[in-house]
Protein backbone atom coordinates (compact mmCIF):
# COMPACT_ATOMS: atom_id res chain seq x y z
CA UNK A 1 0.00 0.00 0.00
CA UNK A 2 2.64 2.48 0.74
CA UNK A 3 4.77 1.52 -2.20
CA UNK A 4 1.48 2.69 -4.18
CA UNK A 5 0.89 6.25 -2.46
CA UNK A 6 4.90 6.18 -3.14
CA UNK A 7 4.27 5.76 -6.93
CA UNK A 8 1.26 7.94 -7.28
CA UNK A 9 2.81 11.12 -5.98
CA UNK A 10 5.63 10.45 -8.09
CA UNK A 11 3.57 10.12 -11.27
CA UNK A 12 1.60 13.52 -9.69
CA UNK A 13 4.58 15.32 -9.27
CA UNK A 14 5.93 14.37 -12.54
CA UNK A 15 2.59 15.38 -14.50
CA UNK A 16 3.32 18.21 -12.43
CA UNK A 17 6.75 19.17 -14.13
CA UNK A 18 5.32 17.90 -17.64
CA UNK A 19 2.82 20.81 -16.71
CA UNK A 20 5.09 23.68 -15.69
CA UNK A 21 7.74 23.11 -18.82
CA UNK A 22 5.00 22.66 -21.06
CA UNK A 23 3.08 26.30 -20.16
CA UNK A 24 7.08 27.57 -19.52
CA UNK A 25 7.35 26.46 -23.22
CA UNK A 26 4.57 28.01 -24.14
CA UNK A 27 4.85 31.64 -22.61
CA UNK A 28 8.68 31.90 -23.69
CA UNK A 29 7.45 31.09 -27.10
CA UNK A 30 4.77 33.13 -27.02
CA UNK A 31 6.91 36.46 -26.11
CA UNK A 32 9.53 35.35 -29.02
CA UNK A 33 6.79 35.67 -31.10
CA UNK A 34 5.51 39.41 -30.06
CA UNK A 35 9.20 40.36 -30.08
CA UNK A 36 10.24 39.20 -33.31
CA UNK A 37 7.04 38.97 -35.65
CA UNK A 38 7.58 36.32 -38.12
CA UNK A 39 6.10 36.56 -41.64
CA UNK A 40 3.56 34.10 -40.85
CA UNK A 41 0.19 35.98 -41.61
CA UNK A 42 -1.57 34.32 -38.31
CA UNK A 43 1.76 35.26 -36.07
CA UNK A 44 1.80 38.67 -37.17
CA UNK A 45 -1.77 39.26 -36.43
CA UNK A 46 -0.60 37.75 -32.70
CA UNK A 47 1.27 40.61 -32.51
CA UNK A 48 -0.99 42.79 -32.90
CA UNK A 49 -1.97 42.35 -29.38
CA UNK A 50 0.93 42.48 -27.37
CA UNK A 51 -0.09 44.64 -25.17
CA UNK A 52 -2.76 42.31 -23.97
CA UNK A 53 -0.56 39.39 -23.91
CA UNK A 54 2.08 41.84 -21.59
CA UNK A 55 -0.89 42.31 -19.26
CA UNK A 56 -2.12 38.63 -19.65
CA UNK A 57 1.42 37.99 -18.44
CA UNK A 58 1.43 40.44 -15.57
CA UNK A 59 -1.70 38.89 -14.21
CA UNK A 60 -1.16 35.35 -14.51
CA UNK A 61 2.79 35.58 -12.26
CA UNK A 62 0.71 37.55 -9.50
CA UNK A 63 -2.07 34.34 -9.92
CA UNK A 64 0.79 32.30 -9.72
CA UNK A 65 2.53 33.86 -6.64
CA UNK A 66 -0.84 33.26 -4.71
CA UNK A 67 -0.67 29.30 -5.59
CA UNK A 68 3.19 29.27 -5.07
CA UNK A 69 4.17 28.29 -8.46
CA UNK A 70 7.18 29.89 -8.41
CA UNK A 71 8.53 28.46 -11.51
CA UNK A 72 5.86 29.41 -13.99
CA UNK A 73 5.87 33.21 -11.31
CA UNK A 74 8.96 34.21 -12.05
CA UNK A 75 9.01 32.63 -16.30
CA UNK A 76 5.26 34.61 -16.86
CA UNK A 77 6.71 38.07 -14.94
CA UNK A 78 10.23 37.84 -17.17
CA UNK A 79 8.17 37.67 -20.28
CA UNK A 80 5.84 40.46 -19.05
CA UNK A 81 9.25 42.54 -18.61
CA UNK A 82 11.01 41.57 -21.80
CA UNK A 83 7.34 42.41 -23.65
CA UNK A 84 7.05 45.67 -21.68
CA UNK A 85 10.86 46.84 -23.02
CA UNK A 86 9.95 46.07 -26.10
CA UNK A 87 6.53 48.14 -26.62
CA UNK A 88 8.40 51.34 -24.66
CA UNK A 89 11.55 50.83 -27.47
CA UNK A 90 8.55 51.15 -30.06
CA UNK A 91 7.42 54.47 -28.60
CA UNK A 92 8.96 57.60 -27.90
CA UNK A 93 12.06 56.40 -26.58
CA UNK A 94 12.59 60.23 -24.61
CA UNK A 95 11.55 59.84 -20.64
CA UNK A 96 10.66 63.14 -20.79
CA UNK A 97 8.74 65.34 -23.42
CA UNK A 98 11.34 68.02 -24.86
CA UNK A 99 10.72 71.76 -22.86
CA UNK A 100 9.18 74.12 -24.44
CA UNK A 101 11.27 77.04 -25.93
CA UNK A 102 10.81 80.28 -27.72
CA UNK A 103 11.84 78.74 -31.29
CA UNK A 104 8.53 78.59 -33.65
CA UNK A 105 6.25 75.87 -33.46
CA UNK A 106 3.21 74.01 -34.67
CA UNK A 107 -0.08 72.18 -32.97
CA UNK A 108 -0.89 69.65 -35.56
CA UNK A 109 -3.93 67.12 -35.44
CA UNK A 110 -4.93 64.18 -37.28
CA UNK A 111 -8.75 63.72 -36.97
CA UNK A 112 -10.14 60.12 -38.40
CA UNK A 113 -13.83 61.22 -39.39
CA UNK A 114 -15.16 57.44 -39.71
CA UNK A 115 -15.00 57.90 -35.72
CA UNK A 116 -17.15 61.11 -35.56
CA UNK A 117 -19.92 59.69 -33.76
CA UNK A 118 -22.32 62.84 -33.58
CA UNK A 119 -23.81 65.35 -35.80
CA UNK A 120 -21.55 67.99 -37.89
CA UNK A 121 -21.77 70.71 -35.44
CA UNK A 122 -20.75 69.03 -32.45
CA UNK A 123 -17.53 67.43 -33.94
CA UNK A 124 -16.78 71.31 -35.52
CA UNK A 125 -17.77 73.17 -32.71
CA UNK A 126 -14.97 70.68 -30.40
CA UNK A 127 -12.33 70.69 -33.20
CA UNK A 128 -12.48 74.32 -32.44
CA UNK A 129 -11.92 73.85 -29.03
CA UNK A 130 -8.79 71.99 -29.83
CA UNK A 131 -6.49 75.08 -30.15
CA UNK A 132 -4.91 73.58 -33.24
CA UNK A 133 -2.71 75.33 -35.64
CA UNK A 134 -2.93 72.31 -38.57
CA UNK A 135 -5.92 69.79 -38.82
CA UNK A 136 -5.33 67.08 -41.03
CA UNK A 137 -8.35 64.48 -41.92
CA UNK A 138 -8.89 61.27 -43.13
CA UNK A 139 -11.97 59.34 -44.43
CA UNK A 140 -13.09 62.84 -45.92
CA UNK A 141 -16.08 62.41 -47.71
CA UNK A 142 -17.94 65.23 -49.70
CA UNK A 143 -20.52 65.82 -46.98
CA UNK A 144 -18.23 66.15 -44.90
CA UNK A 145 -15.80 68.00 -47.16
CA UNK A 146 -19.23 70.58 -47.50
CA UNK A 147 -19.41 71.25 -43.78
CA UNK A 148 -15.72 71.51 -42.49
CA UNK A 149 -14.67 74.40 -44.61
CA UNK A 150 -18.27 75.88 -44.00
CA UNK A 151 -18.06 75.80 -39.94
CA UNK A 152 -14.01 75.72 -40.03
CA UNK A 153 -13.03 78.46 -42.72
CA UNK A 154 -13.14 81.28 -40.84
CA UNK A 155 -10.67 80.08 -38.59
CA UNK A 156 -8.48 77.92 -40.43
CA UNK A 157 -7.79 80.02 -43.75
CA UNK A 158 -5.58 77.37 -45.97
CA UNK A 159 -7.54 74.93 -46.89
CA UNK A 160 -6.27 72.10 -49.78
CA UNK A 161 -8.83 68.85 -49.97
CA UNK A 162 -9.26 65.74 -51.65
CA UNK A 163 -12.85 64.32 -51.29
CA UNK A 164 -13.20 60.46 -51.62
CA UNK A 165 -16.37 58.11 -51.33
CA UNK A 166 -13.94 55.51 -49.78
CA UNK A 167 -11.24 55.72 -46.67
CA UNK A 168 -8.89 57.41 -48.47
CA UNK A 169 -10.23 61.19 -48.69
CA UNK A 170 -8.19 63.40 -46.81
CA UNK A 171 -7.47 67.55 -46.45
CA UNK A 172 -5.98 70.01 -44.79
CA UNK A 173 -7.05 72.68 -42.38
CA UNK A 174 -4.55 75.58 -41.71
CA UNK A 175 -3.97 78.73 -39.89
CA UNK A 176 -0.81 79.30 -41.53
CA UNK A 177 -0.16 79.60 -45.57
CA UNK A 178 0.38 76.50 -47.81
CA UNK A 179 3.67 76.24 -49.59
CA UNK A 180 4.11 73.55 -52.26
CA UNK A 181 1.21 71.21 -52.54
CA UNK A 182 1.26 67.63 -53.64
CA UNK A 183 -0.05 64.44 -53.90
CA UNK A 184 2.30 61.06 -53.78
CA UNK A 185 0.18 57.97 -55.06
CA UNK A 186 1.05 54.00 -54.22
CA UNK A 187 -1.25 52.69 -56.93
CA UNK A 188 -4.65 53.88 -56.00
CA UNK A 189 -3.51 54.98 -52.50
CA UNK A 190 -2.72 59.15 -52.47
CA UNK A 191 -1.10 60.37 -49.93
CA UNK A 192 -1.65 64.46 -49.48
CA UNK A 193 1.28 66.82 -48.86
CA UNK A 194 2.12 70.37 -47.97
CA UNK A 195 4.22 72.94 -46.72
CA UNK A 196 3.65 74.72 -44.00
CA UNK A 197 4.67 78.30 -43.50
CA UNK A 198 5.95 79.33 -40.38
CA UNK A 199 6.25 83.13 -39.50
CA UNK A 200 9.92 83.78 -40.83
CA UNK A 201 11.30 80.68 -39.89
CA UNK A 202 10.61 78.22 -43.11
CA UNK A 203 8.39 75.47 -43.85
CA UNK A 204 7.11 72.27 -42.01
CA UNK A 205 6.33 69.63 -44.50
CA UNK A 206 3.26 67.14 -43.90
CA UNK A 207 2.27 63.77 -45.02
CA UNK A 208 -0.76 62.44 -44.49
CA UNK A 209 -0.71 58.49 -45.07
CA UNK A 210 -3.73 56.15 -44.59
CA UNK A 211 -2.55 52.30 -45.12
CA UNK A 212 -4.60 49.55 -46.39
CA UNK A 213 -6.36 47.87 -43.48
CA UNK A 214 -3.75 44.35 -42.94
CA UNK A 215 -6.09 41.50 -43.63
CA UNK A 216 -3.47 39.12 -45.56
CA UNK A 217 -0.20 38.96 -46.79
CA UNK A 218 -0.83 41.16 -49.94
CA UNK A 219 -1.99 43.61 -47.85
CA UNK A 220 1.60 43.85 -45.89
CA UNK A 221 3.27 44.04 -48.83
CA UNK A 222 1.46 47.40 -50.06
CA UNK A 223 1.88 48.64 -46.69
CA UNK A 224 5.58 48.15 -46.70
CA UNK A 225 6.11 49.36 -50.15
CA UNK A 226 3.77 51.95 -49.49
CA UNK A 227 6.08 52.88 -46.89
CA UNK A 228 9.09 53.12 -48.59
CA UNK A 229 7.62 55.39 -50.70
CA UNK A 230 7.05 57.93 -48.26
CA UNK A 231 10.73 57.62 -47.27
CA UNK A 232 11.83 58.37 -50.59
CA UNK A 233 9.32 61.47 -50.65
CA UNK A 234 10.98 62.37 -47.36
CA UNK A 235 14.68 61.72 -48.03
CA UNK A 236 14.48 63.90 -50.47
CA UNK A 237 12.97 67.13 -48.34
CA UNK A 238 15.30 68.63 -46.64
CA UNK A 239 13.05 70.03 -44.08
CA UNK A 240 11.14 69.20 -40.62
CA UNK A 241 8.68 66.80 -41.88
CA UNK A 242 5.63 65.57 -39.55
CA UNK A 243 3.77 62.29 -41.15
CA UNK A 244 0.02 61.56 -40.06
CA UNK A 245 -2.31 58.95 -40.45
CA UNK A 246 -3.87 55.64 -39.77
CA UNK A 247 -1.74 52.81 -40.50
CA UNK A 248 -4.23 50.06 -38.92
CA UNK A 249 -0.84 48.92 -37.41
CA UNK A 250 0.20 49.91 -33.82
CA UNK A 251 3.50 51.10 -32.89
CA UNK A 252 5.54 47.86 -31.98
CA UNK A 253 4.78 46.21 -35.58
CA UNK A 254 7.37 45.32 -37.36
CA UNK A 255 6.53 47.38 -40.32
CA UNK A 256 5.87 50.56 -38.61
CA UNK A 257 9.06 50.44 -36.87
CA UNK A 258 10.88 49.49 -40.08
CA UNK A 259 9.31 52.87 -41.48
CA UNK A 260 10.44 54.89 -38.47
CA UNK A 261 13.99 53.59 -38.89
CA UNK A 262 14.00 54.05 -42.56
CA UNK A 263 12.73 57.52 -42.89
CA UNK A 264 14.29 58.51 -39.59
CA UNK A 265 11.23 59.22 -38.14
CA UNK A 266 10.32 59.40 -34.41
CA UNK A 267 7.03 58.25 -32.53
CA UNK A 268 5.26 60.86 -30.34
CA UNK A 269 2.93 58.64 -28.44
CA UNK A 270 4.98 57.99 -25.38
CA UNK A 271 2.98 55.51 -23.74
CA UNK A 272 -0.88 54.32 -23.42
CA UNK A 273 -3.55 55.70 -21.29
CA UNK A 274 -6.24 53.17 -19.51
CA UNK A 275 -8.70 55.38 -19.44
CA UNK A 276 -12.10 56.22 -21.03
CA UNK A 277 -13.18 60.06 -21.64
CA UNK A 278 -15.41 60.19 -18.60
CA UNK A 279 -12.69 59.21 -16.48
CA UNK A 280 -13.55 55.45 -15.76
CA UNK A 281 -10.38 52.90 -16.15
CA UNK A 282 -10.90 50.48 -19.23
CA UNK A 283 -8.61 48.07 -20.69
CA UNK A 284 -6.06 49.99 -23.04
CA UNK A 285 -7.15 50.71 -26.62
CA UNK A 286 -4.50 49.38 -29.37
CA UNK A 287 -3.17 52.76 -31.21
CA UNK A 288 -2.80 52.21 -35.18
CA UNK A 289 -2.91 56.18 -35.66
CA UNK A 290 -0.22 58.19 -35.60
CA UNK A 291 2.10 61.20 -35.74
CA UNK A 292 5.66 61.06 -36.56
CA UNK A 293 8.02 63.75 -37.11
CA UNK A 294 11.73 64.16 -38.23
CA UNK A 295 14.74 65.00 -35.97
CA UNK A 296 14.48 68.75 -37.18
CA UNK A 297 11.54 68.74 -34.54
CA UNK A 298 10.93 68.29 -31.28
CA UNK A 299 7.59 67.05 -29.63
CA UNK A 300 6.71 69.19 -26.83
CA UNK A 301 2.80 67.46 -25.87
CA UNK A 302 0.84 64.63 -27.22
CA UNK A 303 -2.61 63.90 -26.35
CA UNK A 304 -6.01 61.85 -27.56
CA UNK A 305 -8.66 63.78 -28.98
CA UNK A 306 -12.18 63.40 -27.99
CA UNK A 307 -14.79 63.47 -25.35
CA UNK A 308 -17.96 61.22 -24.31
CA UNK A 309 -20.35 63.62 -26.84
CA UNK A 310 -18.19 63.68 -29.98
CA UNK A 311 -16.25 59.76 -29.93
CA UNK A 312 -12.70 59.00 -30.18
CA UNK A 313 -11.79 61.45 -33.12
CA UNK A 314 -7.99 61.37 -33.56
CA UNK A 315 -4.61 62.39 -32.00
CA UNK A 316 -3.05 66.15 -31.25
CA UNK A 317 0.61 66.78 -30.45
CA UNK A 318 2.71 70.17 -30.66
CA UNK A 319 6.21 70.30 -32.41
CA UNK A 320 8.88 73.22 -32.51
CA UNK A 321 11.87 73.21 -34.15
CA UNK A 322 14.87 71.32 -32.64
CA UNK A 323 17.67 73.64 -31.46
CA UNK A 324 21.29 72.62 -32.25
CA UNK A 325 23.05 72.36 -28.98
Known amino acids: MEDTKIGTRSTQSLLAHIVQYGVSTLFILLTLICLFSPSLLVLKQVTAFTLYIMLA ?3 LGLLF ?9 MISLLCCCALSLHLKLASNKQLRLSTVTNTPSL ?3 HISLGNAENDYASVIRYILSTDADVLSFQELTPDWNDQLIHG ?8 QTLTRLDQYGMGFFSRFPFGRIDTLYYGEIPMLTADVSLPRHGHVTLVSCQSVPPVNQSAFRVIRSQFETVCQYIA ?8 LGDFHLPPWSSEVQKFKTAGQLQD ?4 IQPRNFDGSMSLPRIPVDHIL ?3 KLECTSFAELGNGQVGR ?13
Do not use: E
Open 107 to 109: RAS
Open 313 to 325: LGITGSYQLHQAP
Open 152 to 159: LSPTFHHI
Open 236 to 243: GNSQPVIV
Open 65 to 73: FVYQQQRLM
Open 293 to 295: FNN
Open 268 to 271: SRRG
Open 57 to 59: FLG
